[in-house]
């Protein structure tokens, strides 16, 4: 049965990295809300724990109000090995940071999953799977990546024992035993193929790339280097820099251009630096090979493969495919949207249209994370780009008069660092 009667001024949706940034700033400007969601979710539960975070340490860190802890805080203070730029951030690390954040900075984050977003008296009213039900007068989703993982079409016909994408992964124990083949040529399809191999399980990599891109090692760079391509938390180049820090500057944009940017090649598929020796001349590589088909032979699963010239033809069955096939963002795939709202949402290639303050053409309904990348750029898709929304938002909904003053002030973030 529902449990009604709970009402709060914001709802956030969502606690991986932007969620949390979000909660810390609101939280310092006592402003009324609730966070709901398992805390780091897929970051902990849905990828492989030997992965490593591509983007530098530095540019790791979750937003809090006094920009205090750091990723590299959080190591420091505990004796861990850290560099800002020359050795990788293992994604393990990384989710005890940023449990770590939330203990300080988000306690009130509550594990319930959303299963409805309607309309509602107040603005909005939110179901969740436990019964209760949420009037909330502004909701913010920031539910990062994994509910737009993307499945070639002709692989959707595949039952799940034979087929599954990178993102469904932490644990591996599963395909122990079983012959596995991935397809991709980015970062999770590289870092899941060689884990893989070091388990012991017999795995190859396919991709229609000819080659794969693994980023150069990280060295100090000279002035000039530094002059003509400066580093920034998304890359170097003066125009990735621009996207990283002025966010609201690329929402004034036009939308061909915005969206260019937030697709660029330039943040297409690659790979780390520290795993290009874990990977080649380890694992079978087969590429520039397009997959033609799929069929399921005594339980097995069988690829056909075509080479560039297009006589080349090769099949090649294995136990299980795991594609590591990205994402992309549409809306409707957020099942608690309720239709009517979905209906009211002006999109740009199926990504919500934001205004300045993260917000859809539904009033009150706000954006943040990746699926803002169409309006504010590519930093959305970043860790890095948390703390854009999250100043911008806290500031805003501090400013607009709150449905119900609470009865006692919220407190603000006390300076010790819990252990």
Known sequence: MARLGSSVD?????????????????????????????SMGPWKSNMPSGMLLKSYPWASSLSDPRLEFTARTYCTERALPYHDELMPLPLSRFVEYGEAFQARYAPNVERKTLTA????????????????????????????????????????????????????????????????????????????????????????????????????????????????????????????????????????????????????KIHGPSSSAFMKDRVVGKIPLLLGRAIQGFETRNGKVALDLVADDGNSRQPLLADHVIFATGYKIDITRLAFLNESLLNRICRVERAPLLSAHYESSVPGLHFIGPVAANSFGPVC?????????????????????????????LKTVESTVLS
């Open 10 to 38: 914001v709802a956030v949706i969502g606690a991986g990295p932007y969620g949390l940034s979000l909660t810390a700033h609101l939280r310092s400007r006592g402003v009324e809300h609730r966070i709901f969601g398992e």
């Open 117 to 264: 977003l309607e309309p509602g008296p107040a603005g909005f009213r939110a179901s969740f799977a436990d019964g209760e039900t949420v009037d909330a007068r502004r909701v913010v989703v920031a539910v990062g990546l994994y509910p737009f993982k993307h499945l070639p079409p002709e692989a959707e016909h595949l039952p799940a024992d034979l087929c599954s994408h990178s993102g469904e992964y932490g644990p591996i124990e599963s395909l122990r035993g079983k012959k596995v083949i991935v397809v991709g040529a980015g970062s999770s399809a590289t870092d899941l193929a060689a884990l893989l191999h070091e388990q012991g399980v017999p795995v190859s990599l396919v991709t229609r790339a000819s080659y794969l891109n693994f980023a150069c090692r990280p060295r100090p760079r000279a002035l000039f280097e530094r002059i003509a391509a400066p580093m920034s938390g998304i890359g170097n180049g003066w125009t990735t820099a621009a996207c990283a820090k002025y966010p609201q500057l690329i929402r004034l944009l036009n939308q061909d251009l915005r969206v260019r940017l937030a697709n660029s």
């Open 381 to 409: 898709r970043f860790v890095y780009g948390a703390s854009h929304p999250a100043r911008h938002l806290a500031h805003y909904l501090s400013a607009v008069p709150p449905r119900i003053r609470p009865t006692t002030k």
